[in-house]
């Protein structure tokens, strides 16, 4: 079985590596996996054909550009907007691909345990394909949740960097990063927020695991806040797809 990750720049990724231990765990010694780092998706195609691919992984910036190129998209994965998983079959040669969402999944029942009563608002910093899974499974869990952006403000439910203060970190106990800043290898930057009203009462997540501790992380722990690195949902959502692919 071939599989893959589609993605730009996936220098960063730990998904081929956690995939292919699993597959030695599992004894699968003739399933594939390989890094497919696209400039776009115009050969999109051409490389399913190419490949004969059963399933690919979805990562920055095609969770939402991709969707148009499939044939089905699962219910969760279309409320979510974005697609992060693909399963692909084959008839006569023709591939059928149908696109899931596994992330919203990772993300929570990795956050699951560390859920305090206080953290009923949480703060999105993004709004990308990985925002909307995060999203979901907040709302899904009953927390209420702002994006914000350095752009324009789309909704009323929308901040913009330069509205954080401390009113407003008081208010929302639960900061999510999910843009890029700070991955690897561009580990000296990070979202712009106040860090000095952060507290105890604080839950920082990033969605980032490499490296394993970003500086949003090490700003919000200087503070007192818990923080949390995407390790831990990176495994779930790919053990998610794993059960999708075998379906």
Do not use: R
């Not at 818990?226 to 999708?244: F, P, R, Y």
């Amino acid at each position: 079985m071939n599989l893959g990750l589609i993605g730009k720049s996936l220098s960063h990724s730990f998904s081929k590596s956690y995939l292919e231990e699993k597959f030695i765990k599992e004894n699968k010694s003739d399933f594939l996996y390989a890094n497919f780092d696209l400039e776009n998706l115009d050969t999109f195609p051409e490389l399913v054909l190419k490949h004969h691919l059963s399933g690919l992984n979805v990562t920055k910036p095609y969770k939402e550009s991709v969707i148009p190129f499939l044939n089905e998209i699962d219910v969760t994965a279309k409320e979510i907007g974005a697609v992060n998983c693909i399963k692909i079959s084959w008839e006569n040669d023709t591939p059928y691909l149908k696109g899931y969402n596994t992330d919203y999944y990772g993300f929570a029942q990795s956050i699951k345990p560390f859920l305090e009563p206080i953290h009923q608002k949480a703060l999105i910093l993004g709004t990308g394909g990985a925002s909307k899974a995060i999203a979901y499974a907040l709302k899904n869990v009953g927390v209420d949740f702002y994006y914000v952006t350095s752009g324009e403000k789309k909704a009323a439910n929308y901040f913009h960097y330069s509205e954080l203060n401390e009113y407003v970190l008081n208010a929302f106990k639960l900061i999510v990063n999910c843009t890029p800043l700070g991955m690897y290898p561009k580990t000296e930057v990070c979202p712009d927020i106040p860090f000095q009203y952060l507290t105890a009462e604080h839950l920082l997540y990033d969605l980032i695991y490499n490296p394993e501790e970003t500086l949003f992380l090490q700003k919000g722990k200087v503070q007192g806040a818990v923080t949390i690195n995407g390790l831990n949902m990176l495994k779930l959502q790919a053990d998610k797809a794993w059960e999708i692919w075998h379906s």
